[in-house]
């Protein structure tokens, strides 16, 4: 009984995310198994109950079960969340788990391509029809938006204004962003929208499909099937290792910043809600930095003692 009554406070939590904050399906189901790990270990009463010893023994016991410093650092994260709510709430006096520290995560430095190399990748996909030009403007838009692969494949013909070069992108929290898009991305977009109108009129189905990009049945392009996508072409063309969407991404970033990029223009287009996320980028060539103050900045050649 013990743990349906700290199981309510969690189900109100996870209600809050879902409808308040509007936190992704993926973060939400995160969340949710964080929280039941956390009900396992304590089986406490009400949150009340529950003190700053409980916490700090589940997170020993999941560093000692195995788990990597990132993975705990991140359920720790879920319970100050959900220790903040309760707080604000008034169901406890104090947050708890904003006093457990934090287990130190190695730092990944963002995984980019050669300027070089992001441009003989976008140009791979060739031929006529949709999906090799379909696959064309995805990599073309990947590199020249910077969107997560969750934003394009979620994009709705609506969404683009491409007599403007504009695209409206919905992402992490249904926040939503218009994100400019370069002239070769343009070009690239055009051409899949006419392969698009051509493969819908062969089709006898009628063309309510909402989704800009379209798999070979008609329907829309998943997360996954852009993400193979990416993988394909790149492995064509002799790109080892770890690549993706998100290569593209940190690319369209550290690409802007060594051009000279503003940080704060960089956050807006990444859709990034704190700018700490985004100075991960700024790591790639201090050098570059530093000449950029040194032209910039007023003071920066003022030898005057």
Do not use: W
């Not at 070769?184 to 989704?211: D, I, W």
């Not at 910043?257 to 990034?272: K, T, V």
């Amino acid at each position: 009984m013990a743990q349906e009554t700290l199981d309510r406070y969690i189900r109100q939590f996870l209600t809050y995310l879902d409808i308040e904050r509007g936190v992704s399906p993926h973060t939400l189901k995160a969340y949710e198994q964080d929280l039941k790990e956390f009900n396992e270990y304590c089986r406490a009463d009400i949150p009340r109950d529950i003190e700053m010893i409980d916490i700090r023994g589940f997170i020993s016991e999941r560093i000692m079960a195995g788990k990597s410093k990132t993975t705990v650092a991140r359920k720790l994260a879920t319970l100050r969340s959900f220790f903040r709510y309760l707080y604000r709430e008034g169901y406890v006096k104090t947050n708890q788990a904003k006093l457990v520290p934090t287990p130190k995560t190695p730092k990944h430095l963002p995984n980019f391509l050669s300027v070089d190399d992001a441009f003989s990748l976008v140009q791979t996909p060739e031929g006529i029809g949709l999906l090799p030009v379909r696959d064309r403007a995805i990599l073309e838009l990947l590199y020249s938006s910077g969107l997560r692969v969750s934003e394009v494949a979620g994009l709705n013909i609506d969404d683009m204004n491409l007599r403007e070069g504009l695209v409206k992108a919905r992402g992490k929290g249904k926040k939503e962003r218009i994100v400019p898009i370069g002239n070769k991305a343009l070009a690239a977009l055009k051409s899949y929208l006419v392969e698009r109108m051509l493969f819908r009129k062969k089709r006898t189905a009628p063309g309510n499909e909402p989704a800009f990009f379209l798999n070979r049945n008609g329907g829309r392009l998943t997360d996954r099937q852009i993400r193979r996508i990416v993988v394909r072409y790149a492995r064509s063309m002799g790109i080892s290792g770890q690549i993706g969407p998100h290569t593209l991404r940190h690319t369209f970033a550290t690409h802007l910043l060594l051009g000279g990029a503003d940080l704060r223009a960089i956050q807006e287009l990444l859709g990034h809600s704190s700018l700490s996320t985004t100075q991960k980028y700024t790591h790639l060539d201090v050098g570059h930095l530093i000449d950029i103050y040194d032209k910039a900045h007023p003071l920066a050649n003022d030898n005057e003692e």
